[in-house]
Nanobody, 117 residues
């Protein structure tokens, strides 16, 4: 299991930007899949963005062109850059990591993002 610590959430106005960070307890070079999920009140947790190192990235249709997932392996960190934020982006955002497909994934504790004027 990998321990994950998230930061960067907060209150932002519509159209604004925010960058979430997730620091892993071990090198992200050894983590095959990292991603971001979100959960709004009364809704199921949904995939926002995912990165499989050396292979692919994918995004929810609702965030394509606005959000970008990236890794900084020197800092054991994965980022979610969020631009052109909308009120419907309001949710708790969770970092996810899985080292190998046959292993259980790890979850961060979540960070609140609120988009409101």
């Amino acid at each position: 299991q990998v321990q994950l610590v998230e930061s960067g959430g907060g209150l932002v106005q519509p159209g604004g930007s925010l960058r979430l960070s997730c620091v892993a307890s071990r090198s992200t070079l050894s983590i095959a899949t990292m991603g971001w999920y979100r959960q709004a009140p009364g809704k199921q947790r949904e995939l926002v963005a995912a990165d499989t190192a050396g292979a692919s990235t994918n995004y929810a249709d609702s965030v394509k062109g606005r959000f970008t997932i990236s890794r900084d392996n020197s800092k054991n960190t994965v980022y979610l850059q969020m631009n052109s934020l909308k009120p419907e982006d309001t949710a708790v955002y969770y970092c996810f990591a899985r080292r190998r497909p046959w292993e259980d994934g790890s979850w961060g504790q979540g960070t609140q993002v609120t988009v409101s004027s």
